[in-house]
């Protein structure tokens, strides 16, 4: 089991910056036999792949996001960032963190089907 904890949500001001917590716990966790990501879910809208963390250490975010979110991790603190700048309103959302066993190529965890774990979320709110 693997528990996934995110933290750092909040209300900011277009053009500012947050940076996500994941946490990540449980006895059979690692970075490195775990593919991490996360998710986001806007109010009325179907749930959106933002950025992996892969086992060997790859990152991906999504096209529309990648000039201004990234991703990285603390190996020691087993967790994962994201850090978002310039924030737009359209960015307001529930981010989840999320997690599968194994090498999972972006294309296919973007889909979220394969997802084992997931956190309970974090609300952005991004103000006009």
């Known amino acids: 089991q693997v528990q996934l904890v995110e933290s750092g949500g909040g209300l900011v001001q277009a053009g500012g910056s947050l940076r996500l917590s994941c946490a990540a716990s449980?006895?059979?966790?690692?970075?490195?036999?775990?593919?991490l990501g996360w998710f986001r879910q806007a109010p009325g809208k179907e749930r959106e792949f933002v950025a992996t963390?892969?086992?060997?250490?790859?990152?991906y975010i999504t096209e529309s996001l990648k000039d201004r979110f990234t991703v990285s991790r603390d190996n020691a603190k087993n967790t994962m960032y994201l850090q978002m700048n310039s924030l737009k309103p359209e960015d307001t959302a529930v981010y989840y963190c999320?997690?599968?066993?194994?090498?999972?190529?972006?294309?296919?965890?973007?889909?979220?089907?394969?997802?084992?774990?997931w956190g309970q979320g974090t609300q952005v709110t991004v103000s006009s």
């Open positions: 999320a997690a599968r066993e194994g090498v999972v190529l972006p294309t296919r965890f973007r889909i979220g089907e394969a997802i084992n774990y």
């Open positions: 449980g006895r059979t966790f690692s970075f490195t036999t775990y593919t």
């Open positions: 963390y892969g086992t060997r250490g790859s990152t």
